[in-house]
């Protein structure tokens, strides 16, 4: 199987991690871009080099796909640790195994500690619990590959406390743009909904408390689904067997064919073939369908299992996102939830990588639908759209409350500029909204990171982590290559009114302060620092 550009990418960078002597490493693909094709190759070239390799995923249903997926595109023959099944005494080379038979230490200890050379872990974001450690620390020879769906800042900084890096990761708006997954418009329907009563188990909401809360407005929900949905094939998430039961009836009563599955479904598997032919066009569920699932005609999805992780929200909307013939985007409801304490996960959180650019766009969004009466019917708005809006609201915000703070920096007596002047200079908001993730980054910046920032003209003391002092010193020798201008000419100029020097090519900058400097270091009459553009 061929594989798409980035998933050759992602293929080769992990290979280079290894190479490099980072032995755990993290893969991060959205939903629907095929992370078990890129695992399935990995797996096939490390028993190319001779590796016997365990693929260990929580639920028999990845393992299952794993092990087809591996078939269909690389030939190659799985055996099974799990239950009564055992891979020893097999002649294939690749394992898929449950982790909750694995960490079993009579199943375990059958092992040597060198038995696999390589470990793939799927939905990795599940790695850091006892079961998986117990199995990882037991194997502690084997290179690690983990693959996950995108992460929240928080789950990303947590698995960052095990994987050594991150070997390649691959954003849901690129995927859309590059046209490998389906665009997204999100609608928020003036519908509140009062959640200020839920409580927070295990760092999300208690699901028996939404249900609770939920049931009040199902009827309600169902009245403004007949608006949007009833021509789409829309997946529900809910909190509770019994909630998506209900709903499977009030939507049924409402005109809609719909179906529910749950973990106890006997005939599970003719309702999802049933919904996929058509016979059903609303799948109610209560989280049975966030992972291992597949149907890409879904072109709607409706999340009444609200949730703080970024992970599952992305899971959920995930279901949808797959391209199929004639779907042109993939319909995203949201409802104004109304919390009193808790940060709850929005259209906004699947694109927006600044907190301050998603809060904004869920703000937008939800500004747009208060505004609006009952009766009337809603335009969709592009995510993307969406989000690029909420960057330039935040944007000019961030520029005006930061001028001030800009201005005392300007005024400071040191040789050497403050980072943040030179980030809102050359305007990249991936260095001003830098969070580190892995152990490394988080460490403070290194004497050799701190004589190379001082080297450059940046003053180090602002810099508190080692990650973010190696992003700026990549963003300076790129810019030195780049012909762009330094930090201490971005300092001199902007200290006499010039704006966003940073944008600059060096020359232009040095013909200037040579002019400056010939003129008494006085500014040329002909020369107005707040128009010009330094061409």
């Known amino acids: 199987m061929k594989l798409r550009p980035y998933q050759q990418e992602a293929h080769d960078h992990i290979f280079e991690e290894w190479d490099k002597g980072n032995k755990k490493t993290l893969l991060v693909l959205p939903t629907g871009c095929g992370k078990t094709i890129v695992f399935a190759e990995v797996a096939k070239d490390c028993v190319s080099n001779g590796d016997r390799v365990l693929i260990m995923a929580h639920r028999g249903e990845l393992l299952e796909q794993a092990a087809d997926k591996i078939a269909k595109s690389t030939g190659l023959g799985c055996a099974t640790e799990k239950a009564e099944q055992t891979c020893i005494g097999s002649w294939y080379r690749i394992v898929v195994g449950s982790v909750q038979s694995l960490q079993r230490p009579k199943r375990m200890e059958q092992f040597s500690h060198d038995y696999f050379d390589t470990i793939i872990i799927d939905e990795a974001h599940h790695c850091l619990s006892d079961g998986y450690q117990r199995v990882l620390n037991y194997f502690n ?36 743009k590059e046209g490998f997954l389906s665009p997204i418009k999100a609608l928020t329907l003036p519908l509140k909904m009062d959640l200020s009563g839920v409580g927070v188990q295990a760092g999300d909401f208690k699901v028996s408390d939404i249900g609770t809360a939920l049931d009040p407005y199902l009827y309600q929900i169902a009245e403004e689904m007949k608006k949007y949905c009833k021509e789409r094939k829309t997946v529900v998430f809910l909190p509770l067997v019994k909630t998506s039961k209900k709903f499977r009836d009030i939507l049924n009563s409402n005109g809609f064919r719909a179906a529910e599955v749950n973990g106890d479904s006997k005939d599970r598997t003719e309702v999802l073939k049933d919904f996929e032919n058509g016979k059903y066009n ?54 104004l939830w109304h919390t009193e304490r808790h940060e709850l996960c929005h259209p906004a959180n699947l694109i927006c990588e600044n907190e301050e650019v998603a809060k904004t766009m869920t703000k937008n969004l939800e500004e747009k639908a208060a505004a609006c009466l009952p009766e009337d019917i809603l335009e969709a708005i592009d995510i993307e759209e969406a989000e690029k809006q909420a960057e330039s609201d935040v944007v000019a915000k961030r520029e005006e409350s930061l001028a001030k703070q800009l201005e005392e920096m300007k005024k400071r007596k040191r040789k050497l500029v403050d980072p943040l002047q030179f980030e809102m200079s050359i305007m990249d908001q991936d260095l001003s909204s830098y969070t580190p993730s892995f152990g490394w980054e988080m460490a403070p910046a290194s004497r050799k990171q701190i004589k190379a920032l001082e080297k450059f003209g940046i003053f180090p003391d602002e810099i508190d982590n080692a990650g973010k002092a190696n992003l700026l010193l990549d963003r300076l020798n790129k810019r030195k290559a780049e012909g762009l201008t330094t930090p201490k000419q971005i300092r001199f100029l902007e200290g006499r009114g010039f704006q966003h020097v940073g944008t600059w090519q060096f020359d232009t900058a040095n013909r200037l302060i040579n002019r400056i400097a010939a003129n008494g270091w006085r500014i040329p009459r002909d020369i107005n620092p707040a128009t010009y553009k330094g061409e």
Not at 148 to 168: E, H, I, K, V
């Open 141 to 176: 020879t084997a290179k690690v590959l983990g693959v996950t769906a995108t992460p929240d800042r928080g789950d990303m900084r947590n698995l960052g406390s095990y994987f050594d890096s991150l070997a390649y990761q691959y954003t849901l708006p690129k995927a859309i």
């Open 282 to 335: 609303v799948l109610c569920n209560s989280m049975l369908l966030t992972e291992g699932w597949d149907c890409p005609s879904v072109d709607c999805i409706i999340v009444l299992r609200p949730t703080k992780v970024r992970s599952l929200y992305s899971q959920m909307v995930g279901r949808g996102t797959r391209l199929y013939e004639g779907k042109d985007h993939l319909l995203l409801l949201d409802f």
